[in-house]
């Protein structure tokens, strides 16, 4: 009888522990009617998110290679569309981007990459503004800027940068030098958690 009640409570806490890593993912989420995002619209659970074995850095490679040409011939600079692309274009592509990195943003704090993280944690989406708090290692901020037709990145590690949208190849790019959203945002978490990231790129619209 012993053993019986001892298995039965071992149960009821993994059941519990289960049900509180739901809840804290659903309390991340934005309220409903939050500008910018349709509650539960394109929330399809994509592609890879924390990748081991080098994926950050072959995904890399294969978004700032040209295409078709060898990974390691160097960076094409794609050209970026910014005050050239249109506002609903703009809030598409800029919403679909935020989307994709806030669910791998919340699969790299549930995962084994933040059980080592000190002091608050968490992945917010909010009238297009997104937060990954990563305790006492620094906190990313990217948000929407309509007027300029950008992405604006806050990293506790490069600072802010502002990213413009290439049409041809659905990419992110920082004008001053070239380099793209995601493999910027892939390094600097594969340095901050000591684990290679890899995230995904958006979803067709």
């Excluded at 659903?26 to 659970?45: C, F, L, N, T």
């Excluded at 997104?130 to 290692?137: P, T």
């Excluded at 309509?146 to 190849?169: K, T, V």
């Excluded at 030098?177 to 945002?185: A, E, F, N, Y």
């Amino acid at each position: 009888m012993a053993g019986l009640l001892v298995g039965l409570g071992a149960g009821l806490g993994a059941a519990a522990r289960g049900a509180g890593r739901l809840g804290a993912r659903a309390g991340r989420r934005a309220a409903p009617g939050a500008p910018g995002r349709a509650p539960g619209a394109g929330r399809a659970r994509p592609w890879l998110r924390g990748a081991r074995g080098g994926g950050g850095q072959r995904a890399a490679a294969a978004l700032a290679g040209g295409a078709g040409g060898p990974a390691g011939a160097g960076p094409s600079v794609p050209s970026p569309a910014g005050g050239g692309l249109e506002e609903v274009r703009f809030h598409q592509e800029a919403d679909a981007a935020l989307d994709a990195l806030l669910e791998a943003f919340e699969d790299l704090l549930d995962g084994p990459e933040g059980e080592g993280l000190e002091g608050e944690t968490d992945a917010t989406l909010a009238a297009g503004v997104l937060e990954l708090r990563l305790g006492d290692r620094g906190t990313f901020v990217l948000n929407k800027q309509a007027p300029n037709r950008q992405i604006w990145l806050s990293s506790p590690i490069s600072g802010p940068l502002r990213y413009d949208f290439c049409g041809e190849r659905r990419v992110w790019v920082y004008g001053h030098d070239g380099s793209l959203l995601h493999p910027r945002l892939e390094e600097e978490l594969s340095q901050l958690l000591g684990v290679p990231v890899l995230l995904p790129s958006p979803p067709p619209l």
